[in-house]
């Protein structure tokens, strides 16, 4: 098994932090009482998934199946049962907290807005019903790629409230990465906004879209267009429409379309070791169940709290911990359009300031980067109201771990650091605050009514084995993916063929069920688990999931590129970073044509998927090292890479003389 993270550095990390024990009195959930969830999850787990189920969401109609497991791995959750999750997140908060602030919001350029759960409502029913007027209907798919702006997360709960499926285009992505994704999903309208702002630039997103809209999507009837930034766009009148002339025109009432607990939320694609991004389909019931549980347990949540999730509404951290789990516990969210470097590092510790934020929740990259700026942008700012710090996305190496828990957290504030991926929907693995110690680097222990495990090559379960297995998830739970939008062949293969019929699966008509995380994992003495990165071709960059054959495939559509091989390289801030070893047609590129056309490889791959997959180091050479049946050697690429001495045997190679070419000594 490979593994990107060393597993040294964790294995001899000893440390533990208990919560404060003035913590522990304010906290939703003690030692005791997650040992009691923990054991009534054990002793029933449907039963433990009914019962929160019925805690946690309003149906419409109550569900009369907890599983239903007749064509597992096709699991059913919540079967009969009807539900809304925008009812969920703004109706039935109304009565309670209607006057209360559901999101506050700040743009990069300093401007803000506040949205209380009557406006977010009234918001919502009318930009639903604008939906309906462009003819939007249940189960219709929508294509949303806008900045990060409150009207991107109204424009998600518009769709869930008549039943539409939507699918959120992170604003990073290119043209053709948005033609992708409508196509695969033919969605037939496309959400935008004429520009964000990020990093003090303005992100041409409708000039994007526009790109995509002229390369295919033909399935797109109409473009609605969200004003930011005010800067000129083209305008085409017979396909765009601008939503907030259209949104205003609209009733503040909208019927909730009441959908099947199964009725897909939304589709959100993600990178994995093959092909193209797939189309992660989530349910509505079973996904508002564990959004809504974890944001309670994992973060405490109540009355009072101003939560900010960093994430971009983009990836499924911002589904989750932006939008659905935090509006439907009720909470005040935090929105910020921008980066945490503009105007300067001192950003988010000013945000923080400035709104009373009292949960704080990010990735290790940007911890990385704010500790690099310097414990002094934090010393600026008053940080007295933070109670809980988060982090999500990589593995935070302990040394994060450490500055954010003495420069942020003042020695004081516990860390959950949260484990979970586009697939489970929502957070599997992590500290309850008030009730576990944590350790840096560690996500700790599963939440209640998941079951996770480590198994090796056969599936075995594997017990105290310091060098650690495939993470796998024994039991279904009520946020897991629902399938590959489209392919549901995959879907089998991808996540359940692995460890098909292995001890430890879960039993049912269509034999044992096992759920391949795709992660290394490691689990201490004391039950802890410690996540080793990724086991697959999939590199995580700045918290970022991508796949190395996407980028081998956008570096070989340039017409001069014949062959590419992509790995990671360990990255101080990033965590990984792209590495490209290239393969031209004809002369390999040296000097200043190499310089140059290094420009040009990474322009080309921002192109065609997004500039977050823009590789770092490319290297040219006359060819890749191959075993005499012709695979890629990519340890030893990795090796290379990272800049070790090889110490691996290259003689099988067909061609051992590249060695020395591919380290950058020929
Ligand atoms: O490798 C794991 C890593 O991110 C992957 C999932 O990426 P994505 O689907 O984009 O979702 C990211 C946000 C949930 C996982 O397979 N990962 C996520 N959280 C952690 C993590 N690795 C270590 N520790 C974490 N807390």
């Known amino acids: 098994m490979s593994s990107n993270t060393n597993i040294q550095s964790v294995l001899t990390e000893n440390r533990a932090f208990a919560p404060s024990a003035e913590f522990v009195g304010q906290a939703q959930l003690n030692a005791d009482k997650l040992a009691a969830l923990h054991a009534a999850a054990q002793a029933d787990h449907l039963g433990f998934w009914a019962d929160l189920a019925r805690k946690e969401v309003a149906w419409q109609t109550p569900f009369t199946t907890v599983l239903d497991d007749a064509e597992a791995p096709n699991f059913k959750w919540f079967v009969d049962g009807r539900t809304n999750?925008?009812?969920n997140c703004l109706d039935r908060h109304l009565g309670a907290r209607g006057d209360q602030v559901a999101i506050r919001y700040e743009g990069e350029q300093g401007d803000?807005?506040?949205y209380t759960y009557k406006q977010l409502h009234a918001e919502v029913c009318k930009t639903a019903n604008a939906l309906k007027s462009l003819g939007v209907a249940k189960g219709d798919r929508v294509a949303i790629y806008m900045p990060m702006t409150a009207d991107?997360?109204?424009?998600?709960?518009a769709c869930a409230r008549i039943g539409a499926i939507h699918t959120v285009i992170f604003g990073g992505f290119s043209a053709s990465s948005i033609k992708d994704r409508?196509?695969?999903?033919?969605a037939k309208l496309l959400i935008t906004s004429d520009g964000g702002r990020r990093g003090g630039h303005i992100v041409e997103l409708k000039r994007t879209a526009d790109d995509a809209l002229a390369q295919g999507c033909a399935t797109i009837e109409k473009v609605l267009m969200f004003?930011?930034?005010?800067?000129d766009v083209p305008f085409n009148p017979a396909r765009d429409v601008w939503a907030n002339a259209l949104i205003e025109q609209q009733s503040t009432e909208c019927e909730p379309e009441w959908v099947e607990s199964e009725h897909p939320l939304f589709l959100l694609y993600t990178s994995g070791s093959t092909g193209k991004p797939k189309g992660i389909q989530h349910s509505t019931g079973g996904y508002m169940?564990?959004?809504?549980?974890?944001?309670?347990?994992?973060f405490d949540l109540r009355q009072g709290d101003v939560f900010w999730c960093t994430a971009d509404v983009g990836w499924v951290t911002g589904h989750s911990y932006v939008v659905y789990g935090p509006l439907s516990a009720g909470s005040t969210v935090m929105m910020y359009e921008g980066t945490p470097m503009v105007p300067d590092a001192g950003r988010f510790w000013k945000i923080c300031q400035d709104h009373g934020v009292t949960i704080f929740y990010t990735a290790p990259t940007a911890i990385r980067a704010l500790m690099k700026a310097g414990d002094q942008w934090p010393g600026q700012y008053d940080l007295s109201k933070l109670r809980l710090l988060g982090s999500v996305g990589e593995p935070i190496n302990p040394e994060a771990w450490m500055w954010y828990h003495r420069v942020v957290g003042k020695e004081k504030l516990p860390i959950v650091d949260t484990w979970w991926q586009t697939e489970t929907g929502t957070i599997m693995i992590s500290p309850i605050p008030g009730a576990i110690a944590t350790k840096p680097g560690s996500c700790t222990k599963p939440l209640p009514g998941i079951a996770v495990d480590i198994v090796d090559e056969g599936g075995n379960r594997i017990e105290g084995n310091d060098q650690g297995g495939y993470l796998v998830v024994t039991k279904p739970w009520p946020s897991m993916l629902r399938g590959i939008w489209g392919n549901p062949e995959r879907f089998v293969s991808t996540y359940w063929g692995q460890f098909k019929d292995a001890p430890a699966g879960y039993a049912t008509p269509t034999g044992k069920w096992t759920y391949l995380a795709g992660d290394g994992a490691h689990r201490d003495t004391d039950g802890y688990y410690w996540i080793m990165g990724r086991t697959d071709d999939v590199l995580n960059v700045s918290g970022h999931r991508l796949g190395t054959m996407e980028i081998e495939s956008a570096l070989v559509s340039h017409p001069r590129v014949a062959e590419a091989a992509?790995?990671?390289r360990p990255h101080e801030v990033k965590g990984e970073s792209v590495f490209a070893f290239v393969i031209c047609n004809g002369e390999r590129p040296t000097g200043a044509d190499a310089e140059a056309f290094t420009k040009e490889l990474r322009e080309h791959v921002a192109r065609e998927i997004g500039a977050l997959a823009k590789p770092d180091d490319i290297r040219f050479a006359d060819n890749l090292p191959k075993t005499r049946s012709g695979k890629i050697m990519r340890r030893l690429l990795r090796s290379i890479a990272k800049g070790e001495v090889i110490t691996q045997d290259t003689s099988t190679l067909e061609n051992p003389g590249i060695v020395?070419?591919?380290a950058g000594k020929a």
């Open 182 to 186: 409508v196509e695969d999903t033919q």
């Open 85 to 87: 999750a925008s009812v």
């Open 112 to 114: 803000t807005r506040t």
């Open 660 to 662: 020395d070419q591919l």
């Open 289 to 298: 169940v564990g959004a809504t549980a974890t944001s309670k347990w994992v």
């Open 227 to 231: 004003r930011r930034t005010g800067h």
């Open 152 to 157: 991107a997360a109204i424009a998600m709960l």
């Open 566 to 568: 992509v790995v990671g």
